[in-house]
């Protein structure tokens, strides 16, 4: 039966399914938005001759968490950093246009991680790129938001920047705040804040699921925020080991705030799917699952259909994220 072993697929959670004629779809980098999808290939195929292109959609962006969406869906694009700097410089004795400038810091980051790699094992070598491009970023980043001081894009990567370059929780700090007084609400920035809260020396899991039932609390129902719930109960399942068969996600008192969350967030009927809405679908559906409780993750994944994300599910495959989640929704079922 050596053929039937081959064509078998043993997935991380222990589930054994036949390969399939057809593979599953990709995991979607855009969400499914055609502005993102469209600076997206411009960027990876047209190079400095594609950036009126990708500067008008990002220049017509609504600035707060729409602007950063569109740099966040750049930051991984393979190739940005070979031809940014030709757009920085194009117009001697011109002001660098800040997207450029916003656009070359978040590939900084993108590539700085790039560098670092996924696992634990980092040489010095990656160590010192990693410094090193994330120090370029912060340059890039510095002169866009001195050029546009409304914008919160700059700040949100540079709070990245501060989790990299392990800055200190002071200036993480500052640079959260920094972010949400041009765009309060601001999804993405919460959700950075909460890990390096969740990451740093001397953090307790007390204080980040404090920050994360507040920030929910303070925002109004239907919020994205309601998100953070979950985000900082897997980053404690993470601490504890990231077993799927953990029992800490389906205690009585997590899985309270979590229906708590979802109600207050993704089922609320004043909830908006918009940008990358899909994240929050995700995470609570992976939250639900590994909980063990299947009736509250079915219809997440129902509506979520094949649209995966790499968060959260990048926790339990690093390399294939899309593994997981069609392992865990045929579990789950539909």
């Not at 660098?96 to 634990?120: E, K, N, S, T």
């Amino acid at each position: 039966m050596v053929w039937y072993a081959r064509l078998a697929v043993r997935r991380p959670e222990g589930d054994r399914f036949l390969l399939r004629r057809r593979p599953p779809p990709p995991i979607d980098l855009s969400f499914g938005d055609p502005r993102l999808a469209e600076i997206r290939a411009a960027a990876l195929v047209g190079g400095a001759g594609k950036w009126p292109v990708i500067r008008g959609q990002l220049a017509a962006a609504r600035e707060g968490e729409d602007l950063t969406f569109l740099a966040e869906g750049l930051r991984n694009v393979a190739g940005i950093e070979r031809w940014i700097g030709e757009v920085i410089a194009a117009g001697p004795g011109e002001p660098a246009d800040p997207l450029a400038l916003l656009v070359a810091g978040a590939r900084q980051v993108g590539w700085a991680w790039h560098a670092r790699g996924r696992f634990q094992a980092v040489s010095e070598p990656q160590r010192a790129l990693f410094r090193g491009r994330l120090e370029t970023a912060q340059e890039h980043l510095f002169e866009a938001a001195e050029r546009e001081p409304s914008w919160a894009a700059p700040w949100y990567f540079l709070q990245i920047c501060a989790r990299g370059l392990q800055s200190g929780p002071e200036v993480a700090e500052r640079r959260f705040e920094a972010t949400c007084r041009q765009a309060p609400g601001h999804a993405a920035a919460h959700r950075e804040y909460l890990r390096q809260l969740s990451r740093q020396p001397g953090g307790s899991p007390e204080r980040t699921h404090a920050f994360a039932r507040a920030a929910m609390l303070a925002a109004p129902k239907g919020s994205r925020l309601g998100e953070l719930v979950a985000v900082a109960h897997l980053e404690e399942w993470l601490h504890l080991g990231g077993d799927p068969e953990s029992l800490y996600l389906g205690s009585p008192q997590v899985l309270g705030a979590l229906h708590e969350a979802a109600d207050r967030s993704v089922h609320h009927p004043d909830f908006v799917r918009q940008r990358d809405w899909t994240l929050a679908f995700n995470t609570f559906a992976m939250a639900f699952a590994l909980a063990g409780d299947h009736r509250a993750a079915r219809p997440l994944f129902r509506a979520l259909g094949s649209r995966a994300t790499e968060d959260p599910w990048r926790h339990l495959d690093a390399r294939s994220p899309l593994v997981p989640f069609l392992a865990w929704r045929a579990r789950v079922g539909r």
